[in-house]
């Protein structure tokens, strides 16, 4: 077939475009501005479908409930959403051009595929299903980003493309939130009992430690990126990942800076080379901490001092809930209560707890054992050892090859999360499927080569 036959239906398309967007002007010019933005990521999306990957990241990590424009009952539609309509059709139809298979296997797909069974069967003795359903509703994203992911991520130029654009999200999430600051604007009608007393930074309307997870993921593979590149792509990864890291700390969550720390200290194992890059990194993360602390930035030094400050082991709601958690386990005898319901039968644990904005299991470990007992606890169990086998042969496949500090990078940025979520989070919080997809994309175009 000849170039003039395989575009023969350009003119048309284009012609019938620009009618659709004069009609839609007429009614609404605000809709045909939408409109024009939506097509134009379309065509990106048909073109580069990594770039459409890349923009439903960009979308899920500036995206949270205080930006959704619209709620249909208990979802909300906000600009993730808007993004994934558009490149989602787009995206299966550059997959059945490309003969890509769309249902792929990846290595924790039967773990995760089978504790999200068992947690939609517990709805049938859990003490509020239709609680335990909204639960249920992020899984939905999870296995279309999952699945986008490792689609179209093939190579490592696909994952470096997604990861630059998830770079540029959380930098532009940063600016955002500073401009905001500056001019003095806040976003969404949220209030967090966590940030009353000023000093921690909540982002566009999210809580301090989800806002600081959000940005998290990015601050070790932005200076994974700047190992692997050179030139001014180089600085411009450093550059990225240190105002991430520093909004990160304006938040206050000491665990997002543990987690950092972790993750460096266990990509620096076993490679002297890496170990030098991620001492300059720690180092000058520590100078700049310093200098912030001094020079008090947006008053920065407050969030600084909740970090390094004492207080921390004087909060006792944490130890509470973990105590109700294991006494829910035992008097379900193993069984949990079932997914959903927790604040509803906590009064009968802790009455006080229940009574505070603190009544939920502060922990990935702890949601599970409370609602899905022993088959929840296995079937994670299960769940960490296929990502941890997964992540060992990363590690031999990489070998001295340069990816070989990425997989570092991305392993020990899944321990400082792994760490984390011990004492905060929920099973399903976004974005760590979706930095767990590109982790699963990296082991298998290793795999390909």
């Known amino acids: 077939m000849s170039a003039l036959a395989r575009t023969r239906w350009l003119l048309p398309a284009l012609m019938g475009a620009q009618c659709l967007l004069v009609g839609v002007f007429i009614v609404s010019p605000r809709g045909a501005v939408a409109l024009a933005a939506g097509l134009c990521v379309a065509i990106v999306a048909l073109q580069r479908p990594v770039l459409g990957v890349g923009l439903i990241v960009a979308s899920r990590i500036i995206g949270n409930e205080a930006l959704t424009f619209l709620r249909v009952g208990p979802v909300g539609i906000g600009l993730y959403e808007a993004v994934a309509v558009i490149c989602l059709p787009v995206l299966v139809t550059a997959a059945v051009m490309r003969s890509r298979r769309l249902w792929v296997s990846w290595p924790w797909k039967a773990p995760l595929l089978l504790l999200v069974a068992w947690a939609a069967f517990s709805l049938r003795w859990s003490a509020n299903p239709s609680e335990g359903l909204g639960d249920l509703i992020p899984v939905l994203p999870v296995l279309l980003n999952v699945t986008l992911v490792l689609v179209f991520v093939r190579t490592w130029e696909d994952l470096r493309t997604v990861l630059w654009c998830w770079l540029g999200a959380a930098v532009l999430l940063c600016l955002a939130t500073l401009l905001l600051n ?268």
């Not at 022993?374 to 990489?398: C, H, I, P, Y």
């Open 182 to 449: 500056l001019v003095g604007i806040d976003v969404g009608e949220v209030s967090f009992q966590a940030a009353a007393r000023g000093g921690r930074e909540t982002g566009l309307g999210q809580q301090p430690n989800w806002f600081a997870m959000t940005l998290y993921f990015i601050v070790p593979a932005a200076f994974g990126l700047a190992y692997l590149e050179r030139g001014s792509a180089r600085v411009a990864a450093v550059l990225g990942g240190s105002l991430v890291f520093l909004v990160m700390v304006s938040t206050g969550s000491r665990g997002g800076v543990a987690a950092t720390v972790i993750a460096l200290l266990v990509s620096a194992l076993g490679s002297p080379r890496v170990r030098r890059w991620v001492l300059r990194a720690l180092g000058g993360g520590g100078a700049g901490l310093a200098l912030a602390f001094v020079l008090d930035p947006g008053g920065i030094s407050r969030a600084i001092g909740r970090i390094l400050g004492s207080d921390a082991f004087m909060v006792n709601y944490r130890p509470w809930n973990w105590q109700a958690c294991m006494e829910m386990f035992v008097d379900s005898r193993g069984l949990g209560v079932g997914l959903g319901g927790y604040s509803d039968i906590l009064p009968a644990y802790n009455s006080l707890l229940a009574s505070t904005v603190y009544d939920y299991p502060h922990g990935v470990f702890w949601q599970v054992l409370a609602h899905l007992g022993l088959v929840g606890l296995a079937l994670l169990a299960w769940g960490v050892w296929r990502v941890f086998r997964m992540q060992r042969e990363a590690a031999r496949r990489a070998a001295q090859g340069p990816l070989r500090v990425m997989v570092k990078v991305m392993g020990g940025t899944l321990v400082g999360y792994a760490a984390w979520t011990f004492f905060e989070f929920t099973l399903l919080e976004k974005p760590f499927f979706e930095f767990l997809a590109l982790a699963t994309a990296l082991h298998l175009l290793l795999g390909r080569r």
